[in-house]
């Protein structure tokens, strides 16, 4: 017999419940979790073993999340006798797992009018949140990219013109000529300004980007001069590579873009000094770390990674740090395209970066690039007499 102050769980421990692809809780009219499905637990990350006992510290955080300006709560709500109609709330689990959650529920009411219980249905949006601001950002590269070949298509027109003007001045000047130093430094800046709308094409992918094999290890330290002269005098850099660096196939020059950039943003994160440090190492991406990350795709890739100790971000300004034309500095002195110009050629080449910071706690910058098919099909063996050469085989599959 059931009584008016109870729900029965046996149908809800029994039913649909335990197969769907929805969590959902059973709750009693103080807040008790009575039951929560497999779904939920695992979501939780609760131990299904007990179930409820290690359910129900993570349920009453969640619960107590306020979701309405009047300051009260998902449980409030539903102990009121109100539906709670897909409220997306943002909750932290104990073990520190930041969610977004997909919240609805629903008083049970008993033959008195009172309410005696409620069920709560959780949907998680992390993943799908993810993917959305991925896409996001790629829709705004893309937008960015066309922008970006148009003005480099008739930047590079004026250029043409301009070039054919000072080539004919050059030929009707004598030489010896004053004039003659003042053209040929036109026709200079006129070159530089060419190869320029050809990292600008490259950015937007109108043009193609030759790649060759390549030692990060090598690039590294014959930039360190530059680098040096980039930071200022107050910063140190500090630089760590392992020896027998796997390599990569990239374009050299686009990947001495993606570190001046990076050693540019972490200078100017450091205005009163710091420390700067730049590694590289071999590290293999399982299957286990590409959970939860569905972009990711499993093997060996070079990290390289930079790390400063100024000022950190916030998490509002480390969602948007990727976006085109964002920018934390003075408008004349930032134009917002370094960290995305970044994010681009990182994906060109099929790598991923990710950042990690804190106000006050510095910047790490973490890109992951995949090797060279050269370096995971580098093997040879003796060819027997009369023997058809073939080519090698492409062995990615296997290094998992």
């Known amino acids: 017999m059931i009584q008016e102050n109870q729900i029965s769980t046996d149908k ?56 309405t300006e009047d300051n009260r709560s998902i449980l409030d709500h539903l102990l009121d006798g109100e539906t709670i109609q897909a409220k997306e709330v943002e909750y932290t689990l104990i073990s520190g797992v930041k969610k977004q959650m997909n919240i609805s529920g629903k008083p049970h009411f008993s033959l008195n009018g009172k309410v005696n219980g409620a069920v709560l249905m959780c949907s998680d949006l992390t993943d799908q949140n993810e993917l959305q601001a991925q896409l996001q950002q790629a829709q705004k590269m893309e937008a960015l990219g066309q922008l970006t070949s148009g003005v480099a298509h008739d930047f590079n027109n004026l250029l043409t013109v301009i070039i054919g003007n000072t080539e004919l001045m050059l030929m009707s000047i004598e030489s010896g000529n004053p004039l003659q130093s003042n053209v040929e430094g036109i026709m200079k800046a006129a070159e530089s300004a060419t190869n320029l709308t050809k990292r600008l094409l490259a950015f937007s992918r109108k043009q193609p980007i030759e790649l060759s094999v390549m030692d990060l290890n090598n690039i590294i330290n014959e930039m360190d001069l530059m680098l040096q002269c980039i930071l200022r005098q107050h910063i140190k850099l500090v630089t760590t590579t392992e020896p027998n660096l796997w390599k990569i196939k990239a374009n050299q020059g686009q990947i001495e873009q993606v570190i001046i950039n990076l050693i540019v943003n972490a200078r100017d994160a450091m205005p009163q000094g710091g420390t700067l440090s730049i590694e590289t190492k071999n590290t293999r991406l399982n299957r286990d770390y590409a959970v939860g990350r569905p972009e990711v795709n499993p093997g060996k890739y070079i990290l390289l990674t930079v790390t400063d100790t100024g000022c950190g971000m916030t998490e509002e300004v480390k969602a948007k740090v990727f976006q085109p034309f964002f920018t934390t500095k003075e408008s004349e002195k930032g134009t917002g395209l370094g960290l995305s110009t970044v994010y681009t050629i990182v994906k060109q080449i099929g790598g991923y970066i990710w950042v990690y910071s804190e106000p006050g706690q510095g910047t790490t910058f973490q890109i992951y690039l995949p090797i060279a098919e050269e370096e995971i099909c580098s093997f040879s063996y003796p060819m027997r007499k009369n023997e058809i050469p073939i080519k090698k085989r492409n062995y990615s599959g296997f290094i998992y």
């Open 12 to 67: 809800f421990k029994n039913g649909l419940a335990n197969i769907s692809p929805v969590g959902i809780a059973y709750l009693s009219a103080d807040g008790t979790v009575l039951h929560a499905n497999p779904i939920l637990l695992q979501m939780m990350q609760a131990s299904n073993g007990n179930g409820n006992h290690n359910a129900n510290g993570e349920l009453k955080e969640l619960l107590s999340v306020v979701v």
